[in-house]
């Protein structure tokens, strides 16, 4: 069964910070891997999707990379700001697929301080 | 842009009241889900859909149920709410029915109270 884990669960840094966010998945069988946001009392937004075959994505300020081998995925955020304060989470799909269906980590809540 | 909109942001019911949350996506999308959220526990998924009148059951169906007559529309429905369902719920949608490639869209939530 697929379990994703994100650490640490909170993390706070000062303003202009690069900083890695860090996701790992134990069976690493995944067709891809999705990062979202989340601010408070709302929906998850996507920020960038990675294909099996893809060791990376970039996004502006955000670069995400992948690598199955070691069942990892991180997410670097260059020159932090405070609006990046959110909670980040990354997710997979199960093994065996069941198309569509993703597993999600606990998230890491980010505070981006001024 | 993909828009996934939940009908309501904000409700509170009485326990054993039925309870609709509406979810509607604008992009022809295939696959539709719906999870809540709890504090400590993460999402959980209820149900999902891979195409209009299909419904398959998530990790935590019980206690609900799911309504696709239309492509574009997923209705979950709490029969006779509890307290324990007390939650945020959270719909979304990806492209193609069944393949594991699609990136998923969330609507805005829907936090519900049940007294």
């Known amino acids: ?114 | 842009d993909v828009k996934v909109t939940q009908s309501s942001r904000y409700l509170v019911k009485r326990t054993g009241e039925k309870v609709f949350l509406e979810c509607v996506q604008d992009m022809d999308h295939e696959n539709m889900f719906w999870y809540r959220q709890d504090p400590g526990l993460g999402l959980r998924l209820i149900y999902f859909s891979y195409d209009v009148k299909m419904k398959e059951k998530g990790d935590i169906p019980e206690g609900y149920s799911v309504s696709r007559e239309k492509k574009e529309r997923f209705s979950l429905i709490l029969e006779s709410a509890s307290t324990n369902q007390t939650s945020m719920y959270l719909c979304a949608s990806s492209l193609v029915g069944g393949a594991p490639t699609g990136e998923l869209f969330f609507g805005e939530g829907s936090r519900l109270t049940v007294l």
């Open chain 1, 1 to 114: 069964k697929q379990e994703v884990t994100q650490i640490p669960a909170a993390l706070s840094v000062p303003e202009g910070e690069n900083l890695v966010l860090n996701c790992s998945f134990t069976d690493s069988a995944i067709y891809n891997l999705q990062w979202f946001r989340q601010d408070p009392g709302k929906g998850l937004t996507s920020l960038l999707l990675i294909q099996s075959s893809q060791r990376e994505q970039t996004s502006g300020r955000l670069n995400a990379s992948l690598d199955k081998s070691s069942g990892r995925s991180t997410l670097y955020i260059a020159a932090s700001q405070p609006g990046d304060s959110a909670t980040y989470l990354c997710a997979v799909p199960p093994v065996g697929n069941q198309g569509g269906k993703l597993i999600f980590g606990q998230g890491t809540e980010l505070s981006v301080k001024p």
